[in-house]
């Protein structure tokens, strides 16, 4: 990636101060220049500058990998859920982006939390033995529900105050609340990944900021909004596979209009930020409403797992999928982009008595 720093590119600290001094500080930096302005920036001769361009340009540059290669490095981090592990070949697959999609109250918070425990765990207990990243874009993240789902469905390993101290420590918060300042954590979230020993990355969420930011009625906005996007998606990719680690993201819900529904309707409910950014992602998972405390997670996209359903519902503990098989279904040529997503449309309210206005109980 071009916003790499000029160090990891293997420049020597002299010549990454020296051109600091010209603020040249990343690859993106040096290789805009021209080998006469590298000349005069790094004091180099005009072979020494070029041959410095041809050198970062080399290691920016992505490398050829064979499938035998491709095949060995392949590794999944588990989710703890044995039936969802089962279809996704091991888990949540590393070095590709994962993204969970649904209405609000599904439980998508709650998987990242879920998977940020898990991720802190030592390795002969299914975990990473690593730090968490984790970007929050929704004001949403609850260091409190942390803890209690780390307490509640690992009772044996956090039942000393110390170890629930040191996963807690291990999960690093950035929140940002804009689409500038997301790019911005991610072009420099390389560094970050090294210091803190991240084996694991998540973006809660991916679509909030863009939603709010962007008013695609409005001319020109759609397409600033595809370009940012793809910035988005090519920053996460690039440190998905650079550090051979699982990135989740999370998506909202919106209403596609013009199409035939799952009950003959024109409009139905689907993932947010269109089709094109269903293509950006290698495995999406939505969580939908089943009953009223009931839900579902649909595994509408993956490389390698069928089309299924799994029942789940939201305890103390976190996720809990009901049973051990799956529903496997036909998907009739549906598109993972436009798969129509279950929402909760109403509440039943049960009052053993009437209420007025005024909020006094009628006899």
């Known amino acids: 990636m071009a916003t790499r720093k000029l160090r990891r590119a293997g420049v020597s600290d002299e010549m990454c101060e020296q051109l600091k001094r010209h603020h040249v500080e990343t690859c993106k930096d040096l290789l805009s220049l021209t080998a006469v302005e590298v000349m005069t920036a790094a004091g180099l001769s005009f072979r020494g500058a070029s041959e410095l361009l041809r050198s970062v340009s080399g290691a920016v540059a992505p490398p050829v990998t064979t499938a035998l290669e491709l095949w060995g490095r392949h590794s999944c981090f588990p989710t703890s859920l044995p039936a969802l592990d089962r279809l996704l070949r091991g888990g949540l697959p590393r070095g590709s982006l994962t993204e969970v999609a649904g209405p609000s109250g599904c439980g998508k918070t709650q998987m990242c939390l879920m998977l940020s425990v898990l991720a802190t765990l030592p390795e002969s207990e299914g975990g990473l033995d690593a730090g968490v990243i984790y970007i929050d874009t929704e004001a949403a993240f609850s ?27 291990r999960v690093h918060l950035f929140r940002e609340l804009t689409c500038r300042n997301v790019l911005d954590r991610l072009d420099r979230l390389e560094e970050d990944i090294i210091s803190t020993g991240a084996g694991l990355l998540i973006l809660d969420s991916v679509a909030s900021v863009v939603r709010k930011e ?15 996007l ?86 103390t503990q976190g996720i809990c999928i009901d049973g051990e098989d799956a529903q496997e279904a036909s998907y009739e040529g549906t598109d993972p982009g436009l798969q129509p997503i279950r929402v909760q449309t109403e509440f039943n309210c049960n009052l053993t008595k009437p209420v007025d206005l005024t909020g006094q109980t009628q006899q």
């Open 143 to 169: 260091a409190e529900r942390l803890v209690e789902i780390a307490r509640s469905r690992f009772p044996e390993r956090f039942t000393c105050k110390e170890r629930v101290l040191q996963m807690a420590g």
């Open 214 to 228: 962007f008013d695609t009625t409005l001319p020109g906005n759609l397409m600033h909004r595809s370009d940012m």
């Open 230 to 315: 793809g910035h988005e998606a090519s920053a996460l990719k690039y440190l998905a596979h650079q550090f051979n680690i699982p990135v989740v993201l999370t998506n909202q819900v919106t209403t596609h209009v013009g199409g035939e529904g799952p009950e003959g309707n024109t409009g139905f409910v689907t993932a947010a930020l269109g089709n094109t950014w269903s293509h950006s992602v290698n495995t999406r998972l939505i969580v939908q409403y089943a009953e009223s405390r009931r839900r579902q997670i649909l595994i509408a996209k993956s490389p390698v797992a069928p089309f299924a359903v799994l029942n789940y519902t939201i305890e």
